[in-house]
């Protein structure tokens, strides 16, 4: 069983930055995937970066240049730094922990989640 916990969502201005950072409490991320999601109401839940332990990443093609993940020094933090935001961006954004072997793009390839974190955009 993997816990995870985000934090560093917000409120922050168009442009501005934000760094994410996604915990996993009692295990480390050596045998996962770690993924990045987001999701606003009505709409369903969207890839937005994925990170092996090797550092091999994954983005969403039209977030590649604006946003960033990475793996701690630590072996249970991945981060996600992201940078020109844009009201669009607003959502809650989640951080997920799957099999490294399942399909990185979709929701369903993730076993593990986090609450989220809400973050917020103003134009």
């Known amino acids: 069983q993997v816990q995870l916990v985000e934090s560093g969502g917000g409120l922050v201005q168009g442009g501005g930055s934000l760094r994410l950072s996604c915990a996993a409490s009692?295990?480390?991320?050596?045998?996962?995937?770690i993924g990045w999601f987001r999701q606003v109401p009505g709409k369903e839940r969207e890839f937005v970066a994925a990170?092996?332990?090797?550092?091999?990443?994954y983005y969403l093609g039209s977030l590649r240049g604006r946003f960033t993940i990475s793996n701690g020094n630590a072996k249970n933090m991945v981060f996600l730094q992201m940078d020109s935001l844009k009201p669009e961006d607003t959502a809650v954004y989640y951080c997920?922990?799957?099999?490294?072997?399942?399909?990185?793009?979709?929701?369903?390839?993730?076993?593990?989640w986090g609450q989220g974190t809400q973050v917020t955009v103003s134009s």
């Open positions: 997920a922990a799957g099999s490294p072997y399942n399909n990185y793009y979709y929701p369903s390839g993730y076993d593990y």
């Open positions: 009692g295990r480390t991320f050596d045998d996962y995937r």
């Open positions: 990170i092996k332990r090797s550092g091999t990443t």
